[in-house]
Each structure stands twice: as C-alpha cells, then as structure tokens.
C-alpha cells in the first residue's frame, strides 16, 4: 500500500496546526469585515441601496395661460421634452457617445460637469443637457435606455409668448429662479433650476401662474427599466388669468408704434381697467425661455433705446403742455383767477427777469382758458403758474395722482417727480425759487410723469374727480383668485364741475376747433385731447447738437367721449418733435375701441335673430365686416 | 488489496456540511436568476450536485495510494487536454477555457487540473520524505506546477492559475524548508512582482488599482466591488429576507449567482446567515485539518492539506472580493457559487479526503 511514503511516520503536526489557524484567523478576518458592513453602518449601505433602486422623476406643471379681455390666449405653452443627465449614475465612458447622439459638443457638456462639479452642487442634482428635444433626440434617448441608464426624458411644458413681442411688457417673461430669489420668502417652496417670472404678469401673479410641480417615484432595476410605481403626484397645473388688456385695441396700439420709441397706455377711466399697454422698443419674450444667451442679454441690456425699459410705467419724463389741464385745474381750486380771466400773448413774456417763450413766435394774441388749452398758448399758463406758486401746483398734481406710483399690479412702477418747495428742501437742501414754477407750469423743469400716470390723472379728472386704480386683471377675476380681494375705493375729489366742464370743452376744442390736436379726430366721434411737447434739453444744446436724442418728445392724452369718457388714451412718442405727431395714435386707438363696440353691438343683434351663427372671433386683424 | 470499509468510517460530518452548503447556494441561485436569463440554472445545479455526490464516491472508493500512483499519467493527460484547449477549446467572454462535451456542456479543464496537481504535489513530497526540500527539488516540483500554470494563464484564466500555487506552497510549507530558501524566494518575489506587472492585462491593473479606491471609478472598475459592498451592507443583522435584497434583484450586483453569490447570499440573510456559513466553512476547513493528522501515511496528510490549502484560498479570495478587501478576481466561491466544473472539482476534492480518513487505519 505504501508505495510511496518512505516512512510511517507523518510530518509535522505542527504544520497542521498552522494551517488550522491562519483559517479560523482568515475566518475571523472576513467575519469582522461582515461586522463592520452589515452590523456597524448597515444605514449608510441601505441608504444607498436604497438611491440605487428609487428615482424620483419631477412632473412639470405647465404655467397658466395669459387670456385678453375675450379669453384670446396670448401666452400659452407648448409641449416639449427635455433631456437630464443623472451624475449620480453617470458613466465617464459614455459621455462622448452621448454628446455624439444629441449633437451637443463633447467640449460643452465636459465643461458643464466641470462646472458643476467645482460648485460642489451635490450628486443627484441632474444636469439639463439638452430641451426642446427634437424628435430625433428623443428616438435616441427612449432606444438607448439600457445603454444610458443615466439619461432621463422628462416632459417640459414651454412657454410660448406672441410673436414679434406683442405686449411682451405686459406679460413679461420666465427664467431660471436666481439665488437671490431663492432667499426670499415668497420662493421658498422653489428648488434651484425652477422656472419662474420675472417680469410683467408673469412676476406680479408667479404665485398664480406657477401651479405645483408633482413627482413620480419609481423603482428601477441596474438598466434603468421601471419595476413598479411608488408614488405620483400629479402636478398641478397653473391657474389661467384673464387680462383686462384687449387684443384688438393692443394690436392697433402695437401697430401704431411700429419703428417709434415710446409707450401707448390705454385705460377705462370708469374702473380704471388697463385695455392696452405698448412699450417701444421692446423685446422677444421667446428668447428668455429656457434661459437667454449671454450675446442675446448684452445685446438687450447694451440698447442705448433700452428695450427692456416698461416705458407706461417707468419713463419719467416731462409731460410738457398735457400737464396745462391740471394748472387750470389747480388756478381753479384755488381762486387766484376768474373762468373768465384772460392773457395777451406776444409770443412771450418775462417773469423774474427772464424771457419765457411762447412756442409761438407771433403769440396768440388775448386769449381766455379755452383759446389757451386749444392753441396750447404757453404765456396764459406762465401767467397762470406764476400766480399760483409752486406748492398750489404740486398740490393739484398730487391730488390727480402725480409723484406716486398709481399701484397698477406690474412690478417696478416708478413714481415721478413733483417739484415744491419742500420737495427742493429736502434733496437738495436749497430754497424754492419762484423763477422754477414758470417752467413747471408748462409741464417742463422738475416735473417727470409716466404715461400710466398721465393716462389716469386726465381719465380722472374727465371723469369729474374720480380716480380709479389703473389694473391688469379684472376686479371678478380677483376675487376668484385670491380670496377675499376687495376692489380699491376710487380717489375722489370735490372738484367745481363748471370748471371740470370748462376744461373738457378746451380739451374738446383742441381736437375739434383745428387746435394742435385735429389730428386725432375721428368724424363721428367726440374725442377730447391736449397735445404735449417736452424739451429734451435745453433749446441751446438742440441748436449745437443736432442728434435724434435731442428732438423733443411727443405726448398727446385723448379720451372721449368728452362728457361720459369710456377711454383714454396716452401716446408717448419719444423724440417725435411735436405733440400734434402723437396725436394720430391715439385716434388710431380710440377708433379701434368704438369700431369694435360697434361691431359688438352689431353682431349680438345678428345671434340674437341668428342663432346658428357664432359671435367669435371678431379682431380686428380678420377683415372688416362693420356696418354699422 | 481488497478491504473492507465500515460506512462508520465514512466523513458524514464533512458529506452534510457539504450539502448544506450547496442547498444554501442552491437556494441563493435560485433567487438570485429569478425572472433573468439564466432562470433555470438552479435546476441545472442541482444535475452537478447529484454528479459532484457520485464523484465524491467514487474519488473516495479508489485507494488514494493507486491515484497518487498513476499522477504522472493524468499529469500528462491534464497538460495535454490543456493543449487541446489552446487548439480546439470553446471560447466564452474572450477566454478559451471550456471544452465542449457531447450535449453542448462545456467542462473548464483548468479546474480538475487541481485534483491532478493535489495528487502530484501529494506523490512528489511523500516521496521525499522525510528530507527537507532541495534546491533541485523545488525547481523540479515547481516546474511541473509551471506548465498548466502557464497554459491556463494563456487561455487567459491568471487568476485560476494563481489559484494552482497554494498547492505547492502548502506541499512545500509541510515539508519543511530551510529559512535560508524562505529569504532567497522572498526576495526573488519581490523582484519579480514589478516585472509581473508589466505583463498584466490593463482590466488587470485597473481592477487592482481600483482595489485600492474603488471611489475612483464608481460606473467603470469600481462598480462590481461598490455594489457588491452596499449589497452586503444593505443587507443589515438579518437580512432583507429571501429574494427580497433590492441589489440582487434588481441587478445592481454583478453576476449575483456565480462569483458574487455570497454578497447576493448576504444581502438577503444578513450577518446571521453569513455567520452560519462561515462556520459552515471553517468546519470543513478544521475537519480537513483533523483528517490531515489522522491520516495513515503522509502522502494522505499532502492530500488533505493541499485541498485545505486549495480551499481556503478561494474562501479567502471570493469572500475577500465580496467584502472590498480583496481585488476583484474571476474565482468563485467552492460549493455556493453556479457551475459545474469547479462543482465537481471540489466534490472530488473532498472526496479525496474522505478517502484519506476511509483509510486511515494502517493495521
């Protein structure tokens, strides 16, 4: 049997016990790696079990829609998809293939993690690689999922705005929410890289518009293929909003500003609803979705004409003559003249031993307060603000609703300047001089207004003293949207009606009696108006400087009609030269709004006898069909 | 030469820790490939287990001393096979390893080239015995370990080949070695290891320098060992219950029923039942031990202990792997992991040890 072993006797047992224990020590080795996993931190390694298998996917809430008046959509979504790279399953090796499939530059998309990753976001913050997806992309992503795991197709609703900008500063725009916004408090429910508004409608009612996200959890195995559901929350979709802005007369108002810098701000004196509001130039709220590029924000932010300038609300500038109503107003209300009190004008006068021009050189003559509003006589209006001093004025001019913001639900309304003694005191530490109220007077010096502040004093005060909050949603949409809204009381004055009536006539004449505001006249119509034109700078530096940003801005205010005004009509035609210029907006505008009350009251008699037939549609781009 | 062998005599302590462990692997086979490709591959395990228990008869019937004696011969024809391989073998993942038999199994040769080599190892330092090993010797014992090393490094297989080399080192520790030579092959290891580095694959290399910060790499090298580590993590005290661990089921864990079978196998029972297998383990390992002092001569005792060393090698290097602190290597887990051939390789193994106690009587 032994053929092999040359003796009996074994070797060693002392190799067996060796071996014996550097088993039970290589047991005890591994066992204690099994202590420190499963016993010692078994929480780390379940948490990340754990991330391994749940994804959490966001469902997007689209944002409400914008409506007009009608319910015409103006900003809508459209439904797109966009594209996340989860880095926390991301695969170094796949990178280029990735950017080769959806045609973003291998370059870019390193360039992007590197970025993220210096930021030190944390890991399973998703990285946008691409949105708008086109279908091709899309085909790439949905064929390559178990090659990919760490792409993520997600449904993105896009905002989609008017074309050309039409009323882009009344709705504004949306963006990636900012860090500083992410700090306050009314976004704090926002996660970074949420969309938000930032301007116009779109930041006033952000609350509204914005809806809630929802999230879809699932368990996904290692190729990424859903195993079961978890959780959804459905996301709640954003609530619409109806605009007191109407399409047809926001269109007219788009298109008579065509290739003008300036603003048209149209109101409904009665409720003080906002029916349009231009902004010239202005911008393509399109290009902001989805993030604007950097050389589209130089370009916009580099504009010497300031495109994104909300000019109704923020241009402050002098009113120039449309300012003379309110002087009347204040001569009025306190009695430093009779109605019947009257100027001879030689083309100019002196006051406080300076010569003040009238803007014409010949002069007009004797004339009374309605020659004066008619022919815009600026001599009868020195005489008028000399008598009154400066405080009467600021006094009048506040009442009617100048040097304060007018509270209209846009963000970042500006409030003017209304010049007075103490008004001088306290910025500049200097006394009143009585030489200053001349120029103010006529609407020039120290005096700044917005259109929107224009639009709302002149509606108010045809009106007979009864100021209505200038705003974009209607008060019944208010109240559905936030609970216990009540409507602002109007501000009302007591004003002398014979004085009010005595003022309207003159402003009925400067557009009927062949004053500096026939060109606003609509044969039909009774529309009342005052033209303005403000001095830039100085006549002296018009004369050595002969540029476009030296011409004189253009204004002319129209309501009608006169006794009973359902609108009115502010036209700011910056560096237009001379009010009278202004003036054909404003009719262009006023007429649209009868026009379309017309064809209203036309074809609601036409269902009513024709019922098949359905009352929709009525722009004013589709082709007339008035006959009234 | 005819004797009698009372089934007394038989190791049924070492025949049921043995099936319990397979049942156990069985088991965690069977969770692990639900709903996959590879869904019948329990029932396949179970055809190899019934094949690994004839075979541990068998390899426990025949006179350990007649195997020893014809080493040479199934030496030659192991080399040969080998060869065979090199020229007609299947190739599967980019290796040529499998044979393929009649009915389209494929058998891995390289792994019953370690019942050739335990034999041989036995039959070569029994001779010497009691001498201590010369310088000649081990050149002579360590060429005849060189050939299959190097064939079925060639397939490439390097780590099953590594795997060949606890063998000899167990035959050469037993038989005693002069301190001298410990220093002199030391020393020649760790001149040679740079240059053995040149030679390694890049997987190679990147799955060893992983081994060191497998964070460096979480998608690429570092995958298999980091999700190995949060399943076996996952896994907590108890376990999360039978086909209920979340990484094998779903698949984070890499080839859960073969190679990583034991972090699949601890995700699902946690510590407890790992505790139950190892001691399962070292119980195979001791009574191995046991047999190896006990055996009648000393080539039984070469036997024994080259199984112990084969086994506690690949114990180590897969349950090392599993729990990150081992590089990750193609070994599998003797016994739990899916696979016929090193299945029946181990069956065999430990059937030679049984037959090693069968006869340990020498009357």
Same mark, same amino acid.
């Given at each position: ?11 060693g ?13 290589v047991?005890?080795?591994?066992l204690?790696?099994f ?5 010692q ?24 829609e914008?409506?007009?008046r ?5 900003v ?11 880095r926390?399953?991301?695969r ?18 390193r ?7 210096r930021?030190?976001?944390p ?12 279908p ?15 792409l ?15 009323a ?12 500083a ?9 926002y ?24 999230r879809?959890v ?20 954003g ?16 298109l ?6 300036g ?15 231009v ?6 709220p399109?290009?902001?979705?989805g ?10 932010a ?10 109704p609300?923020?241009a402050?500038l ?18 430093v003249v ?7 004008c030689?083309?100019g ?9 009238c803007?014409k ?11 004066a509003l ?8 020195y005489?008028?603000?000399n ?8 006094e ?11 509270g ?10 209304v ?9 500049f ?11 103010v007077a ?30 974009l949603?209607?008060h ?5 949207i936030?609970q216990?809204?009540q ?10 009606s ?16 062949a ?34 940003a ?6 002319f205010?129209?309501?009608a ?5 359902e609108i ?7 560096h ?17 709004y009868?026009d ?18 359905t ?5 004013m781009l ?7 | ?5 009372? /089934?007394r ?9 043995t099936? /319990? ?7 965690? !086979? ?10 019948e591959?329990h ?10 228990? !004839? ?5 426990s ?16 024809i ?6 065979l ?10 290796a040529r390893?499998w ?17 050739v ?7 070569f330092f ?8 010369s ?29 060949y ?7 050469v520790?037993? /038989? ?15 001149l040679i ?29 570092g995958?298999?060992? !980091?999700?190995?580590k949060? /399943? ?9 219950g ?31 039942g ?17 047999n ?14 080259g ?9 180590l290097?897969?349950?090392?792997m599993v ?12 016994l ?19 037959n090693?106690?069968l006869?340990?009587?020498t009357?």
């Open positions: 049997m032994n053929l092999y072993s040359s003796s009996r006797k074994k070797p047992h002392l190799q067996v016990a060796v071996f014996q224990f550097v088993s039970a020590a047991c005890l080795w591994l204690s790696g202590w420190q996993l499963q016993v931190s078994p929480d780390v390694y379940a948490a990340r079990a754990e991330r391994n298998r749940i994804k959490s996917l966001p469902l997007l809430a689209p944002r409400g914008i409506m007009d009608d319910g015409r959509i103006l809508d979504n459209s439904p797109t998809f966009k594209v996340l790279l989860s926390a399953a991301m170094e090796e796949n990178l280029p293939l990735i950017a080769e499939g959806l045609n973003i530059p291998y370059e870019q998309l360039a992007q993690l590197r970025r993220l990753r930021s030190n976001a890991e399973y913050q998703a990285v946008i690689l691409k949105e708008n997806l086109a091709g992309d899309i085909a790439f992503v949905e064929s390559h999922r178990a090659e990919f795991p760490e993520e197709l997600i449904r993105s609703p896009k905002r989609l705005y008017p074309q050309d900008g039409l882009s500063h009344v709705v504004g725009y949306v963006g990636e929410i900012s860090d916004e992410l700090e306050q408090l009314e976004f704090a429910l996660e970074p890289g949420a969309e938000v508004g930032k301007a116009g409608i779109e930041r006033q009612y952000n609350d509204v518009l914005s809806g809630s996200d929802g879809r699932v368990v996904v195995d290692s190729l990424g293929r859903e195993r079961e559901v978890r959780g959804n929350v459905e996301a709640k979709p609530r619409g909003i109806r605009l007191t802005i109407d399409l047809d007369l926001q269109v007219v108002a788009e008579a500003m065509e290739g003008k810098t603003a048209v701000v149209a109101l409904d004196p009665r409720n003080g609803e906002v029916l349009a509001l902004s010239r130039p202005n911008y393509l399109n290009k902001f979705v993030g604007i590029s950097v050389e589209d924000w130089r370009q916009l580099n504009d010497p004409q300031k495109p994104m300038l909300n000019r609300i923020q402050q002098a009113p120039g003559s449309i300012f003379k109503p309110i002087v009347a107003l204040a001569a009025n209300r306190n009695p009779d109605m019947d009190f009257s100027v001879v030689q083309g006068a002196f006051f406080y031993g300076r010569y003040f021009r803007h050189r010949g002069g007009h003559g004797r004339v009374t307060l309605h020659e008619v022919q815009s006589c600026d001599v009868y209006f005489t008028l603000g008598r009154l001093g400066i405080d009467s004025i600021a009048t001019s506040m009442l009617v609703g100048f040097g304060e913001p007018t209209i639900d846009l963000p970042h309304e500006e409030d003017g300047t010049p007075s003694t103490g008004w001088k005191l306290r910025f530490r200097e006394k009143w001089y009585a030489g200053e109220t001349i120029s006529i609407g020039q010096g120290a005096l700044t207004t917005t259109p929107l502040q224009i639009a709302s004093a002149i509606g108010g005060l045809a009106m007979g003293g009864e100021w209505h909050q200038p705003h949603v209607p019944d949409e208010m109240q559905s936030r216990g809204f409507p602002p009381a109007p501000r009302r004055a007591e004003l002398d014979s004085a009010v009536r005595e003022i309207v006539r003159g402003l009925w004449g400067v557009v009927n009696e004053g500096t505001g026939v060109r606003s006249r609509i044969p039909g119509y009774d529309v009342c108006g005052k033209t303005g034109t403000a001095q830039v700078v100085s006549r002296q530096y018009a004369k050595e400087h002969d540029v476009e030296s011409k004189d801005n253009a204004w205010v129209g309501f009609p006169c006794e009973a005004p009115v009509v502010v036209a700011l035609h910056e237009g030269e001379h009010g009278h210029l202004a003036a054909p907006i404003v009719r262009d505008v006023i007429k649209a009868f379309k009350k017309q064809r209203t009251r036309w074809t609601q008699r036409k269902t009513t006898s024709a019922p098949a037939q009352a929709s549609n009525f722009s589709a082709p007339r069909r008035v006959r009234p | 030469m005819i004797r009698h062998y009372s /089934a005599d038989f190791d049924w302590v070492l025949l049921g820790i099936i /319990a462990i397979t049942m156990l692997g069985l088991l965690e !086979i069977y969770s692990a490939t639900r709903n996959t490709p590879w869904q591959a029932v396949r395990q179970i055809v190899w287990i019934g094949l690994g228990l !004839i075979l541990l008869w068998v390899f019937a025949i006179d350990y001393n007649i195997l020893i004696h014809h080493a040479l011969t199934f030496y030659a192991a080399v040969a096979l080998l060869l391989i090199m020229v007609l073998g299947q190739v599967i993942g980019g390893r044979l393929l038999l009649p009915g389209g199994t494929t058998l891995q040769v390289s792994e019953f080239v370690k019942v080599l335990v034999l041989l190892m036995a039959r029994s001779a010497l015995h009691p001498e201590r090993v310088a000649k010797n081990l050149l002579k014992i360590a060429g005849l370990f060189a050939v299959p090393m190097f064939l079925v490094a060639r397939q490439p297989d390097l780590s099953t080949a590594l795997s080399a606890p063998i000899l080192v167990m035959g520790f037993v /038989a005693g070695l002069r301190w001298k030579f410990v220093l002199v092959l030391a020393l020649a290891g760790a290891l740079p240059l053995a580095w040149q030679y390694l694959q890049p997987y190679q290399k990147e799955r060893l320098i992983t081994f060191m910060d497998p964070e460096r790499d979480p998608r690429g090298s995958y298999q060992p !980091i999700q190995s949060i /399943a076996v993590g996952a896994g907590g005290i108890w376990g999360s039978f086909s209920q661990g979340s990484q094998t089921q779903l698949r984070f864990l890499p080839v859960p029923h073969t190679d990583f079978i034991f972090s699949a196998y601890a995700e699902e029972t946690g510590f407890v790992v505790t139950v297998v190892m001691a399962l383990y070292f119980a195979i390992l001791m009574k191995i031990a046991g190896a002092k006990t055996s009648a001569d000393s080539a039984g005792m070469y036997i024994c202990m199984v112990g060393a084969l086994l506690l090698f690949h114990f290097v897969n349950i090392g729990i990150g602190r081992m590089p990750v290597t193609g070994l599998p887990l003797p739990m992991s899916y696979g016929g051939s090193n299945l029946l390789a181990t069956f065999m193994l430990l059937g030679l040890v049984n090693v106690r006869r340990r009587f009357n």
